[in-house]
């Protein structure tokens, strides 16, 4: 089992910046890609972000130029660096680890107000 710990969500006038953390523990591997996921309401829940275990990263095209995701792989830990954040941004995000199969932390409210 892995488990995920998300940090840093919260309320940001449009503009704004934030900054998500996620830490994972239990079984870990090597190889594993981490990302971020986020779902608004009414919404299903789609891609925001993954970085792989050789720092390859991937963004949806809606972020691209504004986040920017990171890894430490010492600490388990994956960053994203939410900038110049939009009320469209506004959503829970999820973190995700991935080998294999997807664990899920249980979710960060992100609000950006306009």
């Known amino acids: 089992q892995v488990q995920l710990v998300e940090s840093g969500g919260g309320l940001v006038q449009a503009g704004g910046s934030l900054r998500l953390s996620c830490s994972a523990s239990?079984?870990?591997?090597?190889?594993?890609?981490m990302g971020w996921y986020r779902q608004a309401p009414g919404n299903q829940r789609d891609l925001v972000a993954t970085?792989?275990?050789?720092?390859?990263?991937v963004y949806a095209d809606s972020v691209k130029g504004r986040f920017t995701i990171s890894r430490d792989n010492a600490k388990n830990t994956v960053h994203l660096q939410m900038n110049n954040l939009k009320p469209e941004d506004t959503a829970v995000y999820y973190c995700?680890?991935?080998?294999?199969?997807?664990?899920w932390g249980q979710g960060t409210q992100v609000t950006v107000s306009s």
């Open positions: 995700v680890y991935l080998i294999g199969r997807a664990y």
């Open positions: 239990g079984n870990i591997f090597s190889g594993y890609t």
């Open positions: 970085i792989s275990s050789r720092a390859n990263a």
